[in-house]
T-cell receptor
Framework: NAGVTQTPKFRVLKTGQSMTLLCAQD?????MYWYRQDPGMGLRLIHY???????AKGEVPDGYNVSRLKKQNFLLGLESAAPSQTSVYFC???????????????FGQGTRLTVV | KNQVEQSPQSLIILEGKNCTLQ??????????LRWYKQDTGRGPVSLTI?????NTKSNGRYTATLDADTKQSSLHITASQLSDSASYIC??????????????FGKGTKLSVKP
């Protein structure tokens, strides 16, 4: 049982380049999330999805797009990378979004992205 | 002002010693409060979860407490081990429903356990 898997683990982009981060979960979770983590700041939500075919904006969605074509996959895209998007990106999934213990999010190992 | 503030920002202790990490929050009431452990280069992993009405929750050498009157939570680590070196993140879920997109993350406390 792999849990939540992110690819790639590291990437260096030039300003203006595009890329897609892939998140895959094998726990049959409905909810999936993309966060970014920057030094001295808490995790911030970029986008999330409450089910296949649905997406919603989080706290810091500008410059990112997402897609959830399959329940197990959640893609994060950067159309034109900027140095401000240098960060560590975490994907997470949870069984539900309700007020229960099942709300626990399981996180991937992260993708370290540097934009030069 | 951050709704979830953690202290200290970083902490160094000797192996075998106990320590206590603090989390002050302004979100009240809330659905639940979690403590996550994040090892360097890894994603966060849940340690404990407490609802608004709970006072304490243990997970092995980790014990979380909650004081709703003072809006404080603590994570106490007993008999620390080198493997406890990590960042510890306090996370509060507001009560107004919706998805986990409403979570409020603290900035974390970085703990270093030295031999």
């Amino acid at each position: 049982n792999a849990g939540v898997t992110q690819t790639p683990k590291f990437r260096v982009l030039k300003t203006g380049q595009s890329m897609t981060l892939l998140c895959a979960q094998d726990m049959n979770h409905e909810y999936m999330y993309w966060y970014r983590q920057d030094p001295g700041m808490g995790l911030r939500l970029i986008h999330y999805s409450v089910g296949e075919g649905t997406t919603a904006k989080g706290e810091v969605p500008d410059g990112y797009n997402v897609s959830r074509l399959k329940k197990q996959n959640f893609l994060l895209g950067l159309e034109s990378a900027a140095p401000s998007q240098t960060s560590v990106y975490f994907c997470a999934s949870s069984y539900s979004g309700g007020e229960t213990l099942n709300t626990e999010a399981f996180f991937g190992q992260g993708t370290r992205l540097t934009v030069v | 002002k951050n709704q979830v503030e953690q202290s200290p920002q970083s902490l160094i202790i000797l192996e075998g010693k106990n320590c206590t990490l603090q989390c002050n929050y302004t979100v009240s009431p809330f659905s639940n409060l979690r403590w996550y452990k994040q090892d360097t280069g890894r994603g966060p992993v849940s340690l404990t979860i407490m609802t608004f009405s709970e006072n304490t929750k243990s997970n092995g050498r980790y014990t979380a407490t909650l004081d709703a009157d003072t809006k404080q939570s603590s994570l106490h680590i007993t008999a620390s081990q080198l493997s406890d070196s990590a960042s510890y993140i306090c996370v509060v879920r507001p009560p107004y429903g919706g998805s986990q997109g409403n979570l409020i993350f603290g900035k974390g406390t970085k703990l270093s356990v030295k031999p």
